[in-house]
C-alpha cells in the first residue's frame, strides 16, 4: 500500500523562525499537494506539484513556498513563521491527472508561539 | 466556485446503528471521494466515485449525479467508526486550484 510519510507529527517553533515541512511517498507518484486543516474551514490547498521541479500555487500560498528536487519529496517552507499559521498540515499523492484516489500523511500539527 | 455541504455536522450515534451521511454539490464534477480522518489527524480515502454505487465491508456510498447529492452508510455501526467523515468533489470547473472543493466534515461518534 502506499505510504506517505510526514516527518514530524508536532511541531512548537517561535515567531519569526523558518520552518521546513517533510513529505515522502514511496509509490512514485507524480502529484503531491500540501493542504491545511483548520476548524470550521475544512482542507485548504496551499500548493501542490505535478512533476520534480515544478509547483503550483493552490488557494492559500501567502508566507508559504515549495521545493521538490525529488519525485518522492515535497516539502513545506514557511520563510517567517507568524501566529497564524498554527494548523494541522497534511500532505498528499496522487498517481497522476484528475480524478486519482489521494493518500495522505498523518498530519503535522503545527504551533507557532 | 463548488460550494460542498455535508450533513449533518455532528451526529452521535449507537453501536449497531445505521449511519447516513450526507454530501451536496453545486456545480457538475467528474468525481467525489469520501475520506475518514480518525482523532491525531491521518486521512484515509474511502471511496472515489463519479456514478452509482460502491461497496466495502460495511460502508457503501452511493451518488446521484442529476441531484448532485452523495450519500455514504455505513451498516452496523462500530465505536471504530467513530471518525469525521469528508467529501470532496473534483469539478469540471471552478474549485480549488488542483480541481478539489472539500466539505467541513461530519464529527461521527458511535457510542458502546
Known amino acids: 500500500d502506499v505510504k506517505v510519510t510526514q516527518s514530524s507529527r508536532y511541531l512548537v517553533k517561535r515567531t519569526g523562525e523558518k520552518v521546513f515541512l517533510e513529505c515522502v511517498q514511496d509509490?512514485?507518484?507524480?502529484?503531491m499537494f500540501w493542504y491545511r486543516q483548520d476548524p470550521g474551514l475544512g482542507l485548504r490547498l496551499i500548493y501542490f506539484?505535478?512533476?520534480?521541479?515544478?509547483?503550483e500555487k493552490g488557494d492559500i500560498p501567502e508566507g508559504y513556498s515549495v521545493s521538490r528536487e525529488k519525485k518522492e519529496r515535497f516539502s513545506l517552507i514557511l520563510e517567517s513563521a507568524s501566529t497564524n499559521q498554527t494548523s494541522m498540515y497534511l500532505c498528499?499523492?496522487?498517481?497522476?491527472?484528475?480524478?486519482?484516489?489521494?493518500?495522505f500523511g498523518s498530519g503535522t500539527q503545527l504551533s507557532v508561539l | 466556485k463548488n460550494e460542498v455541504e455535508q450533513s449533518p455536522q455532528n451526529l452521535t450515534a449507537q453501536e449497531g446503528e445505521f449511519i447516513t451521511i450526507n454530501c451536496s454539490y453545486s456545480?457538475?464534477?467528474?468525481?467525489l471521494h469520501w475520506l475518514q480522518q480518525h482523532p491525531g489527524g491521518g486521512i484515509v480515502s474511502l471511496f472515489m466515485?463519479?456514478?452509482g454505487k460502491k461497496k466495502h465491508g460495511r460502508l457503501i456510498a452511493t451518488i446521484n449525479i442529476q441531484e448532485k447529492h452523495s450519500s455514504l452508510h455505513i451498516t452496523a455501526s462500530h465505536p471504530r467508526d467513530s471518525a469525521v467523515y469528508i467529501c470532496?468533489?473534483?469539478?469540471?470547473?471552478?474549485?480549488?486550484?488542483?480541481?478539489?472543493?472539500f466539505g467541513k466534515g461530519t464529527h461521527l461518534i458511535i457510542q458502546p
Open positions: 498528499a499523492s496522487s498517481l497522476t491527472g484528475y480524478g486519482e484516489k489521494l493518500f
Open positions: 509509490m512514485d507518484h507524480e502529484n
Open positions: 506539484s505535478y512533476d520534480v521541479k515544478m509547483k
Open positions: 456545480v457538475g464534477i467528474s468525481a
Open positions: 466515485l463519479s456514478s
Open positions: 470532496a468533489v473534483r469539478s469540471y470547473s471552478g474549485g480549488g486550484a488542483d480541481g478539489l472543493t
